[in-house]
């Protein structure tokens, strides 16, 4: 079925700068109510509370395991906290980008209710990333708990009072923004594609696992590799974090060390920005590829 | 046509071993053509593993670990194009059909549900196998390496028994599954990442604590690795947690227990589902 009626965009664009903002928050605060308990309802809160936790932790325990056998348990090497907050990071990546882009087939495909949610007053763009602010949440309590287990049984180098936590929030929240933005562009792709692109969150998170430098320095891939991962945001983002948190443990390493804490806000500033823009181009050529191919309600049965 | 050239054209009916028979077949077909013919989940299934192998075979590099522990990765991610399709398609299967509606034809047609679970098997053992061969491929010439098989027929009886009782684990499964609603999907999501770290995907098992790679044997896989890491890295016999002929035979038990144990839960969760009307029921 082609969508024909006017779309909730089209509306607002003549609608003033307040109502415009009160739809847009009115879009995200219900998206994210309705993201959380996709997420959550399906469980009683304990045992959610260990499904969210099992799973990050045991892909951090992993690594753990690699590097203990190799470094017969030495934890005191620069590179493990490299290694262990760049993967307690990256959580964020896959439950954003994930999360964001994964709302478009779930409602598409599994509940069959994003013909209604176009039609709804509401904005789709703003509402798929109120979708993500559920695994957002998750996300964090893992992040916080890998953390957590770092510092008290791995020694990880981490004092809270030398932390920079004001450059610390400043590189998370432009870096959730940014990674939010990704997963729109994903998104955006998705409502072209059929079901099996539930795997394209994943896919890409995936890769970008291993061009962002998330578990080892860029300085590992082959000379030829490594300008994707300099194009990357979620390179700097990482980059950041560890400084903020482990200050010159992290500026140790060759990859980054030329560029200061400025510099390199200024390019993930940037380069958020460069994906940003490129995110809502996307959703709105897709969005009009899909409407006009009738998309929108498309169920591939997979 | 008449109706009753229609009847005479009609085939005989089929039963007794001939209807298993043919019921295996009509159930791997769609896993093996069906999955051939949607060829962007080829790219997924083999790029997302792969993906995995490169980022932590670049972990062992980049902390210079020994170059049998790159292969030891390629040979995890290669397995586990295996376990995520016993995974999604054998454990939570009778869940997915249950959702399209289908669940209900399977048990009210005239075959046997385990019929259709073996079917669904080894369809999905020989897909995955194309798989897990160009995982292994391409991660060998990736990263250059180098195998010395100890002895081949030991491997071909523990490959061979891994997947028999991995697969029966599965069909064992299927029908756990069958009882649940909306969790089956977070739960097979939740067998990945505990479930790669306690059988050993990507090092060696022996690394583990005894009683938790004990723990661990469980899922055959875990043997399975161990046993084949032995007999096709020079240094693999350093790194075994059991003796191959040790872990052969608990390969052979697990076969045994699997399978008997999902005959017996396929045919008990069925009358459960059927007397709690769980057959149609779709909790989104």
Known sequence: ?302 | MSSGAFLTEHPAKVTGWRLFLKTVIARAYPRVIGQQRERSWMFFDIVLPLGGVIAYVLVYKAIGAPAEYVGFVVMGGAMTAFWMNVLWSMSSQLYWEKEQGNLALYIMSPNSMMAVLLGMALGGMLATLLRAIAIVLLGSLMFQVQYAVANFFQLLAVFILAMAALYGMGMMTASLFLLLGREAWHLSNLAQEPIYLATGFYFPIKSLPFWVALGASIIPLTLGMDAMRQLVFPSGFKIGFLSVGVELSVLLALCVVFLVGAKLLLAHMEKLAIREGRLTESRR
């Open chain 1, 1 to 302: 079925m082609a969508v024909t009626t006017p779309h909730s965009s089209l509306v607002t664009r003549h609608s003033s700068p307040v109502t415009l903002f009160t739809e847009s928050w009115r879009s995200f605060r219900l998206a994210t109510w309705l993201g959380w308990q996709i997420e959550s309802n399906w469980a009683d809160p304990f045992l959610f509370a260990i499904y969210s936790i099992i799973k990050p932790l045991s892909g951090a325990a992993i690594l753990v395991v690699m590097y203990g056998i190799i470094a017969k348990g030495n934890f005191t090497n620069p590179l493990f906290p490299y290694i262990y907050l760049g993967n307690a990071f990256y959580i964020y990546a896959g439950a954003m980008m994930t999360g964001v882009s994964w709302a478009v087939i779930d409602d598409r495909e599994h509940y069959k209710t994003l013909k209604y949610m176009y039609i709804a007053p509401i904005r789709i763009p703003i509402y798929l990333l109120g979708r993500g602010v559920a695994r957002f949440i998750t996300g964090s309590f893992s992040v916080i708990i890998t953390i957590m287990g770092g510092v008290l049984f791995l020694h990880l180098p981490l004092d809270v009072a030398a932390a920079n936590w004001p450059l610390f929030f400043l590189s998370l929240f432009i870096g959730v923004v940014m990674l939010a933005m990704m997963g729109l562009l994903l998104g955006s792709i998705s409502l072209l594609l059929v079901h099996h692109v539930g795997f394209i969150g994943d896919a890409v998170a995936g890769a970008l696992y291993i061009f962002s430098g998330a578990i080892f320095p860029l300085d590992v891939l082959p000379a030829w590799l490594r300008p994707i991962g300099f194009i990357m945001p979620i390179t700097y983002w990482l980059e950041l974090v560890r400084r903020s948190l482990i200050g010159n443990v992290a500026q140790a390493f060759p990859t980054l060390a030329g560029f200061s804490n400025g510099q390199l806000l200024g390019i993930l500033l940037v380069l958020s920005l460069l994906f940003g823009v490129a995110a809502l181009i996307a959703f709105r050529l897709c969005d009009r590829r899909a409407r006009e191919r009738g998309l929108i309600d498309r169920t591939s049965n997979y």
